[in-house]
T-cell receptor
Framework: QQPVQSPQAVILREGEDAVINCSSS?????VHWYRQKHGEAPVFLMILLKGGEQKGHEKISASFNEKKQQSSLYLTASQLSYSGTYFCGTGRLYGQNFVFGPGTRLSVLP | EPEVTQTPSHQVTQMGQEVILRCVPI?????FYWYRQILGQKVEFLVSFYNNEISEKSEIFDDQFSVERPDGSNFTLKIRSTKLEDSAMYFCASSIEETGANVLTFGAGSRLTVL
């Protein structure tokens, strides 16, 4: 089941913050966040497995709610290099279908 | 750092022709995937492969598609008779059991243009 993402797109100035949301009608086994720059492959950012988990990666962090139906990606003091499309993905067991959300296009302007 | 390599980076073909896209996954990875991304759209799952067989496939992966791991290192996606709508970027990915979850490493992609 494909997760839903919001917003579809966001434009920021350097130094501003953004939040990208990912949700599902059913509890997820895990949630993954990837970033894809134009013309490149998706690159893994982080994975959250447990309800209530929070995880950080430099100025990018994420949370997974207790019911494991919603995750948010937080981008703090955004940099130009943060521009790209952010996908959340829901992973189940190994070797099985790993589905991406539709993506959120983030543009950071000088 | 280990990486997934894909060839060719770009292929142009005529409608109806067969195309083979090649991938070399990371050597100790056990699970292999193909995804496609039509320009400007989302990344769509095609197929996953484990232990020399397909473990799951999407509705996109119809009889025109097949996958193989012919020699223990390469992982190929074959499109038997290409259609215009097959034009897309095709990404190979591989993964290994790690921290109880499935983290995919993607190749740089193969852009397929069907004329």
């Amino acid at each position: 089941q494909q997760p839903v993402q919001s917003p579809q797109a966001v434009i920021l100035r350097e130094g501003e913050d953004a939040v990208i949301n990912c949700s599902s009608s059913k509890a997820l086994y895990s949630v993954h966040w990837y970033r894809q720059k134009h013309g490149e492959a998706p690159v893994f950012l982080m994975i959250l497995l447990k309800g209530g988990e929070q995880k950080g990666h430099e100025k990018i962090s994420a949370s997974f709610n207790e019911k494991k139906q919603q995750s948010s990606l937080y981008l703090t003091a955004s940099q130009l290099s943060y521009s790209g499309t952010y996908f959340c993905g829901t992973g189940r067991l190994y070797g099985q279908n790993f589905v991406f959300g539709p993506g959120t296009r983030l543009s950071v302007l000088p | 750092e280990p990486e997934v390599t894909q060839t060719p980076s770009h292929q142009v073909t005529q409608m109806g022709q067969e195309v083979i896209l090649r991938c070399v996954p990371i050597s100790n990875h056990l699970y292999f995937y193909w995804y496609r991304q039509i320009l400007g759209q989302k990344v769509e799952f095609l197929v996953s492969f484990y232990n020399n067989e397909i473990s799951e496939k999407s509705e996109i992966f119809d009889d025109q598609f097949s996958v193989e791991r012919p020699d223990g290192s390469n992982f190929t996606l074959k499109i038997r008779s290409t259609k215009l709508e097959d034009s897309a970027m095709y990404f190979c990915a591989s993964s290994i059991e790690e921290t109880g979850a499935n983290v995919l490493t993607f190749g740089a992609g193969s852009r397929l243009t069907v004329l």
